[in-house]
């Protein structure tokens, strides 16, 4: 949980230096980069997402049947 909560703030930071740098520059790559961290995260968090959901009702299902 806690590597979780340090990928998504290092790649929170990532998103917002990015697109402070794009703003500053006007170059589409720093953009383009915040783009594919979102992604990431978005990634990220589906499997987190599906993961927590296992472990809450799959696995606690499992216990009640053994």
Not at 27 to 52: I, P, S
């Amino acid at each position: 949980m806690l590597i979780i909560r340090f990928a998504m703030i290092f790649s929170a930071l990532l998103m917002v230096l990015s697109v402070g740098l794009y703003i500053f520059s006007r170059r589409g790559t720093y953009l383009r980069f915040a783009w594919q961290v979102l992604r990431f995260d978005l990634v990220l968090l589906a499997v987190f997402g599906v993961m927590y959901l296992l472990e809450r009702y799959v696995l606690t299902a499992w216990r009640v049947l053994l």
